[in-house]
């Protein structure tokens, strides 16, 4: 069974600065199987990225994501006031697997 | 447009059952699979299980395994979870999700607060 560790678990940082996710897994797979998703409190999960580094349609290209084997990294370039939120890092096998979630805060 | 649009928020006492649906709309509906994921107070995402609208066949995670039903009716391009033998812990919001090419979920219900009473 994949575990998907997401690191850190709070990150503080300014508007127009960048932001670096980290997503481990356990395990090696597939780049076409790692997403990331974007949650604002009261709202339900937006899919931002698939396929490890896939923008999903109307995502900012502010927003990137790479990696490969059990490393995976989600980078916003510069960040707006509405990127502050929490980022949930996916795994798609025989089942889904979601790491803990990054909480993005304003420093 | 795709949307999703859950039903309403329930309340229900340990032990009891209860049943969540999950209208869909702006696409063929028997062409994507169907995904239900949990998320309790101020905790993460978890996977329940998923649901192919063409052939009616699931696979649960194995948390649930014997406790959730997830159905559909082609003439509504509905899905139903049900999930039996409440207990506290199941206190959570209940999301339905279109899977995207056996990869990610790419649209998402508004979802459904269940909450679960002693």
């Known amino acids: 069974e994949i575990v998907l560790t997401q690191s850190p678990g709070t990150l503080s940082l300014s508007p127009g600065e960048r932001a670096t996710l980290s997503c481990r897994a356990s395990q090696d797979f597939s780049r076409s199987n790692l997403a990331w998703y974007q949650q604002k409190p009261g709202q339900a999960p937006r899919l931002l990225i698939y396929g490890s580094a896939n923008r999903a349609t109307g995502i900012p290209d502010r927003f990137s994501g790479s990696g490969s084997g059990t490393d995976f990294t989600l980078t916003i370039s510069r960040l707006e006031p509405e990127d502050f939120a929490v980022y949930y890092c996916q795994y798609y096998g025989n089942s889904l697997r979601f790491g803990r979630g990054t909480k993005l805060e304003i420093k | 447009q795709v949307q999703l649009v859950q039903s309403g928020a329930e309340v229900k006492k340990a032990g009891a059952s209860v049943k969540v649906s999950c209208k869909t709309s702006g696409y063929t509906f028997t062409n994507y699979y169907l995904h239900w994921v949990r998320q309790a107070p101020g905790q993460g995402l978890e996977w329940m299980g998923i649901f192919n609208p063409n052939a009616g066949n699931t696979i649960y995670s194995q948390k649930f395994q014997g406790r959730v039903t997830m159905t559909g009716d082609t003439s509504t391009s509905t899905v139903y979870m049900e999930l039996n033998s409440l207990r506290s812990e199941d206190t959570a919001v209940y999301y339905c999700?279109?899977?995207?090419?056996?990869?990610?979920?790419?649209?998402w219900g508004q979802g459904t607060l269940v909450t679960v009473s002693s």
């Open positions: 999700a279109r899977d995207h090419e056996s990869s990610c979920l790419d649209h």
